[in-house]
């Protein structure tokens, strides 16, 4: 693992929502800084990169019903709930964040350290193991059941595309999965800005209806995550206005490092656990 003050990820995020008579894509940019110490301040900068239409019958559709800045979207499958996304770029906000819980900032099944990345099995056998002393059989979030393999992937999307670990272990978590049942190795594939790595996917049934697959991807020459993304097997839920095989949601790495840099000067107030 390198070495530097921060671990600072800048991703690209785009997520597809449904506006009624047309969808729009959601683009938003996350920078994360996270101290090698436990008594530094976290630092988390946000660009709202603005909404945008689909693709070109959804565009013609924003055009008819006036071309508006603000568009209100349906969020998660009632139609009761709705957000509203606007077209422009929005200001950059960076928060510090004050620390706390010892520095256990990351969550593999339970808060762990960057000394604990550190210290990571990088023998796909062992990190397996390592990881699945923290599985109770429910999600990593709430109490809904998962099997261990959903599970495993779930914990290890996170652990290799936002965590400051070594090519080996990245590697050994991307092994891991393919060597899972429940996991389809996907070969060759691009991410969302074109790059060329190789990928594992899951089938994820929606608690709301339908059907996604998961995918990770990697650059296999480094080990580094290139994006992990959800495409749609069978429309339903609130992926029911999209066709099968739309990339539904998208996480991009565009630049993960060890850096001495000094983070962006805050916007919001400093948060205190």
Known sequence: MGEGTYWR?????????????????????????????????????????????????????????????????TVGDSKAKTAALTIRPTPERVQYMAPHNGGAVF????????????????????????????????????????????????????LVTSMPITPKVGGAAFEMLAELDSITSLGEVTDARGRTGVGVAIKDPRREGGVVQSRLIIDPATGQALASENTVLEPGGNFSHLEKGVRATSSVVVKAEWTDETPPAATEPRRVP
């Open 107 to 158: 969550w593999l099944g339970e808060n762990v350290t960057v000394e604990d990345l550190r210290n990571l099995p990088d023998d796909p056998a062992e990190l397996k193991r390592w990881l699945l002393k923290s599985y109770k059989g429910t999600a990593t979030e709430g109490d809904r059941k998962q099997d261990s393999d959903g599970w495993l992937f779930a914990v290890s999307l996170g």
């Open 9 to 73: 990820i800048v991703s690209s995020h785009e997520l597809i929502f449904n506006a009624g008579d047309y969808n729009v894509v959601r683009r938003h940019e996350s920078e994360d800084w996270v101290p090698g110490v436990p008594d530094k301040d976290r630092v988390g900068v946000m660009r709202d990169l603005g909404a945008r239409p689909f693709q070109a019958a959804d565009e013609a559709a924003w055009k008819a019903a006036g071309s508006p800045n603000e568009i209100k979207v």
